[in-house]
């Protein structure tokens, strides 16, 4: 099933002599339950393009469509919405509260709708994470990599529609990043979660099951993983 459609994306900066077309009539669907990776050099538009799936930044042109629904028809407040209950957002540098615990910041989103936590749910989610005798602790007494954890489980935790990792072992070492994608694809496998990874590193994208490769603001390869 279709869960995120891509037509003729374009993301233009500038005009005139100045125009830099960030992504360039981009097209491509995912089906749920996908892992697809991203992967393209500093500037070819991947981090432009994941920031218009995730609702945070508008196309100059063309369509998102997520679980059937036109993103970019949406009014303001609904696209906040959107951004709260359908995507989850893994960042290279956390994003965490800092005053705020590790299962404080895991909740943070269902607390911000107003909606009772699924206890068995989080404790699944901890449990899964390693999280477990962590939960009490503030971002600054963990590791690097146990941070990214945390991230994953706040990202996790609406059973959002698609999960966008923008570079989520950029800042770790080897051990930590190896144990993140194996989570990412633990997530995937567990939740039947829909995630699409950004990158620059092809080995890394190579545990996905689908590759996008794009240059110059172009899709310029889209295969499966053997």
């Given at each position: 099933m279709e869960i995120l459609k891509v037509e003729n994306l374009c993301k233009n900066y500038g005009r005139g002599d100045t125009l830099v077309k960030a992504l360039d009539k981009v097209s491509f669907s995912v089906n749920k339950g996908e892992f697809v990776a991203i992967v393209g050099a500093s500037g070819s538009g991947k981090s432009t393009l994941l920031h218009i799936l995730g609702g945070v930044d508008r196309p100059t042109s063309g369509k998102v469509y997520v679980d059937g629904e036109d993103?970019?028809?949406?009014?303001?407040?609904?696209?906040?919405?959107?951004?709260?209950?359908?995507?989850?957002?893994?960042?290279?540098?956390?994003?965490?509260?800092?005053?705020?615990?590790?299962?404080?910041?895991?909740?943070?989103?269902?607390?911000?709708?107003?909606?009772?936590?699924?206890?068995?749910?989080?404790n699944e989610i901890i449990q899964t994470l390693s999280l477990k005798d962590r939960i009490n602790h503030l971002p600054n007494e963990l590791s690097g990599g146990q941070q990214q954890r945390v991230s994953i489980g706040r990202a996790l935790m609406n059973r959002p529609a698609i999960l966008l990792a923008d570079e989520p072992t950029g800042n770790l070492d080897s051990k930590a990043s190896r144990e993140i994608i194996e989570l990412l694809k633990l997530s995937n496998k567990k939740y039947n979660q829909t995630i699409i990874m950004i990158t620059h590193d092809h080995e890394l994208a190579l545990h996905a099951s689908r590759i996008i490769t794009i240059d110059d603001g172009k899709i310029i390869k889209d295969e499966m993983v053997k």
């Open positions: 993103v970019y028809q949406l009014n303001e407040h609904n696209l906040a919405i959107f951004r709260r209950r359908e995507v989850g957002l893994i960042y290279q540098f956390y994003n965490l509260i800092p005053i705020l615990n590790v299962k404080e910041n895991i909740t943070l989103p269902i607390l911000l709708d107003n909606k009772r936590v699924d206890e068995e749910y989080l």
